[in-house]
């Protein structure tokens, strides 16, 4: 029974996660370092053999995503909600090939060694240069390094095998992500989270010869200074990870010339509302690297500030220097939406739509230029098609209900409210529109309970008092008005 649920657990595995591709590898490296005795070598190699056939399901997902025949999960969709969330970092970095990224990748171990044996000094983004040789700086010494724990790992095989499985076990974690196939940014702490376990046992290893030469006493009182440190640390990071704009900000500290930083800076800046901050943060990571896709946060920046010119600017920009990036349409689309130029809207829309039929984004944003134009049965086929690509898509529910509305097919809207609030139970304006449409459908109960809802979920006194007063009239059986008191249409705030 548990080698059938291991082996099921390794199956899923492969579907989440590139590192799932070494389970194969480890279950064999611990059975290869703590053998069963009595079980001759090639029946416990066919034994396992089972979990390394699992591996094929990683290329065969790619090829079958690369044929366009597969849905990507919905956390693929390029759903931001936020212009210039922590997501939209561009790359900043120029490889001429795996070769450099490999050599790159060996500086990025001793990044990764320092960090699992002193967590100190964190960061969200290292500025690693790329090594174009293994004569950059720190690439020789970084291959001395490595090979020589992998030497020791070898030589301890029989004397100190938890050491040996401490050793690979770092190493072949991080396989899939610091090797051959490229992957950015080139040193992500996140990577650690299976790797780190290799620190855990050394320490435990460290802690255990410690109690056998010096006492019980000296090894707890050393693991309890351990585990409090640690703590602490942990404690600091989090509370850095709870504010995007400190989290760049403490990056910036670290690598102040990286455009990269500045970008992800203006992204965050443009989530504060400090849209003047953001321009610059922007307009300095290009001046850094002109080649480097920041445009977007730019964007942002501009819309935000109203200075719509600039914006049309930065999305034309945008658009023919990055010309397979989505977000250059899109944005332009939406600065011609609040200039209320609806046709020239649509049709840059519909062209980015055509670019990428499968971005929910620009089917949204191309069913809101058709609701303005009028054009309600295009509309609802954009809006059905943005639910199809990503069903918790509140604004998508909105729009929807509300032409539903505008055709007289009330019952309709309210199935799509019901539908939309259902799925995304925190959304102010579906909450509103339900709870609304079920007091004009006679339906009190439902009506007090989704515009008490949106009560809690409203985040200024005009709405809540908006609110409040509707629900006044709800108790009291007065009729409810004909139409929705104004100020809950979406606004463009730069948000997808």
């Known amino acids: 029974f548990l080698y059938t649920l291991g082996l099921l657990s390794s199956l899923m595995a492969m579907t989440t996660k590139e590192s799932a591709v070494m389970i194969p590898v480890l279950v064999l490296s611990l059975e ?30 790619t090829l079958y995503m690369a044929s366009g025949r597969g849905t990507r999960p919905f956390y693929y969709q390029m759903n931001i909600r936020d212009a210039g969330r922590l997501y939209v970092m561009a790359q900043d970095v120029y490889i001429e090939s795996r070769g450099q990224y490999l050599l790159t990748q060996l500086r990025a171990l001793l990044v990764y060694l320092r960090l699992t044996i002193l967590p100190a000094r964190q960061s969200i983004y290292y500025d690693l240069p790329v090594s174009r040789s293994i004569f950059s700086t720190g690439t020789y010494p970084a291959l001395f390094l490595v090979s020589g724990l992998l030497f020791a790992a070898a030589g301890a095989v029989r004397r100190f095998p938890l050491v040996t499985l401490a050793i690979a076990w770092f190493f072949l974690n991080l396989l899939p992500s610091s090797s051959v196939a490229v992957v950015w940014p080139f040193v992500s702490e996140h990577h650690l989270y299976l790797p780190v376990f290799s620190g855990a046992l050394l320490s435990g290893l460290f802690l255990g010869w410690v109690g056998e030469k010096f006492g019980a006493g000296r090894a707890k009182f050393l693991g309890w200074l351990l585990l409090c440190s640690l703590s602490l640390l942990t404690l600091q990071r989090n ?93 332009l689309g939406m600065t011609l939406l609040k200039k209320e130029d609806y046709p020239a809207a649509r049709d ?22 058709y609701y303005h134009l009028e054009e309600d049965e295009a509309a609802i086929g954009e809006f ?113």
């Open 32 to 61: 290869l370092l703590f053998p069963r005795r009595g079980v001759p070598l090639r029946k416990r190699i066919l034994y396992y053999l089972p979990y390394a056939l699992t591996v094929l399901v990683v290329p065969a997902l």
């Open 239 to 331: 509370q850095l990870w709870g504010d995007t704009y400190r989290l760049w900000r403490n990056a910036l500290e670290s690598a102040p010339d990286s455009p990269n930083v500045h970008n992800a800076l203006a992204g965050a800046l443009v989530r504060e509302g400090r849209y003047r901050e953001a321009e610059a943060a922007a307009l300095r990571a290009l001046e850094l690297n002109p080649r480097l896709n920041a445009y977007h946060n730019l964007w942002a920046a501009y819309f935000n500030l109203g200075d719509l010119s600039a914006a049309r600017a930065a999305a034309r920009r945008h658009g023919e220097l990055f010309p397979v990036d989505p977000r250059s349409g899109i944005n």
């Open 384 to 496: 059905s098609l943005t639910l199809d690509l990503n069903p918790d898509y509140p604004a998508a529910y909105d729009y929807l209900g509300r032409l539903y509305q505008r055709s007289g097919e009330g019952d309709k809207a309210l199935e799509i409210y019901r539908r939309g609030a259902r799925l995304n139970p925190g959304s102010l304006i579906l909450n509103y529109n339900l709870g609304m449409l079920a007091w004009r459908k006679g339906q009190p109960e439902l009506a007090g309970k989704h515009l008490g809802r949106a009560r809690g979920l409203a985040g200024d006194e005009r709405m809540r008092g908006m609110i409040e007063a509707a629900l006044e009239q709800l108790s009291s059986g007065s009729p409810p008005p004909g139409v929705d008191p104004p100020g809950l249409d979406l606004d463009y705030r730069g948000d997808y």
């Open 348 to 369: 840059i829309l519909f062209e980015a739509s055509r670019r990428h039929p499968g971005s929910a984004i620009t089917r949204f944003w191309l069913g809101v230029s």
